[in-house]
């Protein structure tokens, strides 16, 4: 790990997990991600996070709202070896669970997370009503911020019932990891 930059590794993988963004390095594709390099060090830069909040599922049958937050591969542990090597050690796992715990109750807190929702959504409202290549309906839009609209879960539906089960799998209430054959094996 020394090649690592393994503190932005983890807040990287913290978030995403958080998300349940399986669109990502950690999911069945490994892909939305650069590795970057400085003086023999190598970053992790994530993009295209617009398949968070459950959205993707591919080869996952689980309820990826209950995505395991030691094992938050959609394959086997072996197939990601950043992810591998980074969270057998201890140490890291403790930074992680550190930067989960900073999530639930800071952004993601139910208080802080709908505050965010309702502000965006009344930032970007009256664009989605007058999108004419819209995917959704402005009442269907309206109605996803909240609840499950089709296959989409609703935003704050989504954030409770998944910080819920992150502080269930944090307080060992629930299991955080599997057989090391991924969360969705």
Known sequence: TDVIDVD???KYMSVSVALSNLDSYHGVLAHNYYLYEQDGVFSLLPWDFNESFGS???????DVRELY???PVSVSLAD???VNNVFSLSE????????????????????EFDASI??????????????PSAFYSYTQFQQNLNSTV?????????????????????????PSAGDSRGFCN
């Open 56 to 62: 993707f599922n591919m080869g996952c049958r689980t």
């Open 118 to 131: 309702a502000e965006i959504a009344a930032l970007i409202s009256e664009h989605v009503a007058n999108d």
């Open 92 to 111: 890291n796992i403790e930074d992680y669970h550190g930067y989960l715990w900073q999530l639930i109750d800071g952004p993601l807190s139910k208080r």
């Open 8 to 10: 932005s590794l983890l």
């Open 150 to 174: 089709s296959r989409f879960y609703g935003l704050t539906e989504f954030m409770e019932y998944r910080v819920a089960n992150m502080t269930k799998q944090l307080n060992g209430t629930l």
């Open 80 to 82: 990601r070896p950043l």
């Open 69 to 71: 937050i030691d094992e």
